[in-house]
């Protein structure tokens, strides 16, 4: 696999506590990765991490063969809260973002490449509005579109659609989901939200409970790419991942923890549920009635 992103046994301690420890992941390029596990497991601190915002107490995460050192435009961060500049208009927000990345650039091109990105997200004609003036869904628009506009390498989002309504976030979910399917962006996301890790991610990383939090598998998503929200509740493993996933969080993140690790945290298992071991997935178009 193309180790685009790769986590090196890192950990993170506050004095006497140990967040966690030893943790090795490989991301590819242009894999949506989504991270589930209990609060208090270190998901963020990994996050934080991986933008250069934060530094592990060990080991190394190294991104296209470069070890973080800081922040960088390569990666962008979306946030729960948008973090929007109140007192700039959304094409404002966007160009100021853009400016950043290239200074060089002359005002017609800022523009041009922030226009670009505010219409990925479906925002023309909001260009003149200010935050104040726009929903939540919108201000979430704004700040994936600020995030695409500096054409980063990676995508991190910590959680970014938990604060808005049911409709919204399945939208921007489906929005979120389209533009990478486009862009062939690489996603590291943290979510506490089963459905929409197996609705975006390609790759569903599990931690155990914290303190001194491990991985404990990554469950390799059978489902289709080309997937609709409206039926993939149909899919035959559609429930044989959703279950996995649950059963997880519920009981075997805990025996897991208690239990202590017995294989290599280098090799952290890849399981596909609902698949039997060298048989290949059924088709993409089957369906249960």
């Not at 996603?187 to 890790?197: C, G, K, Q, Y």
């Not at 469950?219 to 993939?232: F, G, S």
């Not at 075997?252 to 280098?266: I, L, N, T, V």
């Amino acid at each position: 696999m193309d180790k685009f992103i790769s986590i090196e046994g890192i950990a993170k301690r506050y004095g006497a506590t140990t967040i966690f420890q030893d943790l090795w992941l490989s991301v590819p390029r242009g894999g949506f990765t989504c991270v589930i596990g209990h609060s208090g497991c270190g998901k963020t601190t990994v996050l934080n991490i991986l933008a250069g915002l934060d530094s592990p107490s060990a080991g190394v995460v190294i991104v296209d063969d470069q070890a973080i050192e800081g922040p960088s435009l390569d990666r962008a961060v979306i946030f729960q809260s948008h973090a929007l500049l109140p007192w700039r208009t959304v094409m404002g927000n966007v160009a100021y973002a853009v400016s950043s990345r290239w200074r060089r650039h002359s005002r017609d091109q800022i523009q041009r490449q922030a226009q670009k990105f505010i219409d990925l997200v479906g925002l023309t004609g909001a260009e003149g509005k200010r935050p104040a003036e726009l929903s939540g869904g919108m201000k979430q628009r704004v700040g994936i579109a600020r995030a695409l506009s500096i054409e980063p390498k990676i995508m991190l989002m910590d959680e970014p659609f938990s604060a808005l309504d049911a409709l919204t976030r399945g939208t921007l979910q489906d929005e979120v989901r389209r533009i990478c399917r486009t862009t062939g962006q690489t996603v590291f996301m943290i979510t506490h939200d089963v459905d929409e890790a197996i609705y975006l991610a390609d790759r569903i990383v599990l931690m155990t409970n914290g303190p001194d939090a491990k991985l404990a598998e990554i469950v390799d998503n059978p489902l289709p790419k080309e997937r609709a929200r409206a039926d993939i509740h149909r899919h035959p493993l559609y429930y044989a991942v959703r279950n996995h996933i649950i059963d997880f969080l519920v009981t075997r993140s805990k025996s897991f923890a208690q239990e202590g690790r017995a294989h290599d945290p280098r090799a952290v298992p890849l399981v596909r549920p609902g698949i039997i071991a060298n048989q290949s997935p059924p088709d993409a178009s089957a369906r249960v009635a």
